[in-house]
C-alpha cells in the first residue's frame, strides 16, 4: 500500500510561483509513475502533469504547459509539481497520484490506484 502526502499550497498572486511537493510512504516509488491532478470547486478533476516512472517526462495538461513542470527526487521518494506565472484560475486542490509499480502515464483519473489528500492552492487577481 502506497500512502501520499501533498504539501506546499498556499495562497499566491496572479504571476507568481509555487512548488508543491508530493512523499511516498515506500522506497520504492521511483518504480511508479505520477500525475498531477487538480479540483476547482463545482468541477471535475482536471489532469496537470505527470511523470514516468523512468523518470522521462510525461504528457500535460493544455492549459498548464510552458508554465508547469514535474520532476522527481527517487532518493528521498518524492516527487514536485513547479508552478510559475499562475493564474486565478489555476485555484484549486491538487493532487497527486501514482500508478501500479512500473506503469505508464496517463491522463486518465481511473489510470492510477493511489492518491494523495490534497493541497490547495489559491491564486488571487
Known amino acids: 500500500q502506497v500512502q501520499l502526502v501533498e504539501s506546499g499550497g498556499g495562497l499566491v498572486q496572479t504571476g507568481g510561483s509555487l512548488r508543491l511537493s508530493c512523499a511516498a510512504s515506500v522506497r520504492t516509488f521511483s518504480t511508479y509513475s505520477v500525475g498531477w491532478f487538480r479540483q476547482a470547486p463545482g468541477k471535475e478533476r482536471e489532469f496537470v502533469g505527470s511523470?514516468?516512472?523512468?523518470?522521462?517526462?510525461?504528457p500535460y495538461g493544455d492549459s498548464v504547459k510552458g508554465r508547469f513542470a514535474v520532476s522527481r527526487d527517487n532518493a528521498n521518494n518524492m516527487v514536485f509539481l513547479h508552478m510559475n506565472n499562475l493564474r486565478p484560475e489555476d485555484t484549486g486542490v491538487y493532487y497527486c497520484?501514482?500508478?501500479?509499480?512500473?506503469?505508464?502515464?496517463?491522463?486518465?483519473?481511473?489510470?492510477?490506484?493511489?492518491w494523495g489528500q490534497g493541497t490547495q492552492v489559491t491564486v488571487s487577481s
Open positions: 511523470i514516468r516512472w523512468s523518470a522521462g517526462s510525461g
Open positions: 497520484a501514482a500508478t501500479r509499480p512500473f506503469g505508464a502515464v496517463s491522463t486518465a483519473t481511473e489510470d492510477y490506484i493511489y
